[in-house]
């Protein structure tokens, strides 16, 4: 059974920044990459960025890019989400997904728990 586990979310203001980390385990785990998608109340869970294992190849959702970056330790099995100069439209529950390191929710067939992120104005 493959397992994700988040970590960091919290709360900051305007500006400030947070790094989400995301550790995989599990038996007969065999994905491609992590995604990362978050999630506020009455929408649909959005990408925001993804990576491969192998080659680190990284894409972000445009409202992220340039702000927040994603990056892999294949090593622990871990991929860590850097969030910078975060905006109060960044507050939202963050998970991270293992599976093919697509764009699209639908893809992911194992998932975290997600962790809270706030960002005060």
């Known amino acids: 059974q493959v397992q994700l586990v988040e970590s960091g979310g919290g709360l900051v203001q305007a500006g400030e920044s947070l790094r989400l980390s995301c550790a995989v385990s599990?038996?007969?785990?065999?994905?491609?990459?992590v995604g990362w998608f978050r999630q506020t109340p009455g929408k649909e869970r959005e990408f925001v960025a993804r990576v491969t294992w192998a080659g680190g190849y990284a894409s972000y959702a445009d409202s992220v890019k340039g702000r927040f970056t994603i990056s892999r330790d294949s090593d622990k099995n871990t991929v860590h989400l850097q969030m910078n100069s975060l905006k109060p439209e960044d507050t939202a529950v963050y998970y991270c997904a293992a599976g093919p390191g697509s764009s699209s929710v639908r893809d992911y067939d194992y998932w975290g728990q997600g962790t809270q992120v706030t960002v005060s104005s």
């Open positions: 599990g038996r007969g785990f065999s994905g491609s990459g």
